[in-house]
């Protein structure tokens, strides 16, 4: 499995910014896709932007779609960083964020079809 590992949380002002990493390293495959997801206590966990490696398009879920950007993540590179960059933040945005992968370069908004988590880092934001 891969070994994830997210920083870069914390709390922000609706209306601000917070950039999310995921250092990511243990790959083992040729593709894989790469995920970040949010969840706040008693509801599901739910995809908020993925791409596969090697791949430049990009899905965002609508809620945060022209607000959150992720960074397009090569496996040639020695660096695999995974970041999430967060603008525009609002109230709703509250939420433990994880990043994920999964082997293969078929990208789902599953959680369940990824085996690798990282273990969260919480964004609060206040209005």
């Known amino acids: 499995q891969v070994q994830l590992a997210e920083s870069g949380g914390g709390s922000a002002q609706a209306g601000g910014s917070l950039r999310l990493s995921c250092a990511a390293s243990?790959?083992?495959?040729?593709?894989?896709?790469m995920g970040w997801f949010r969840q706040v206590p008693g509801k599901e966990r739910e995809a908020v932007a993925r791409t596969a490696t090697g791949d430049s398009r990009i899905w965002y879920s609508d809620s945060v779609k022209g607000r959150f950007t992720i960074s397009l993540i090569s496996l040639d590179n020695a660096q695999n960083t995974f970041t999430l960059e967060m603008n525009s933040l609002k109230s709703e945005d509250t939420a433990m964020y994880f990043c994920?992968?999964?082997?293969?370069?078929?990208?789902?908004?599953?959680?369940?079809?990824?085996?690798?988590w990282g273990q969260g880092t919480q964004v609060t934001v206040s209005s």
């Open positions: 994920a992968a999964r082997a293969g370069g078929v990208c789902y908004s599953d959680p369940g079809q990824y085996e690798s």
């Open positions: 243990g790959f083992t495959y040729r593709r894989y896709c």
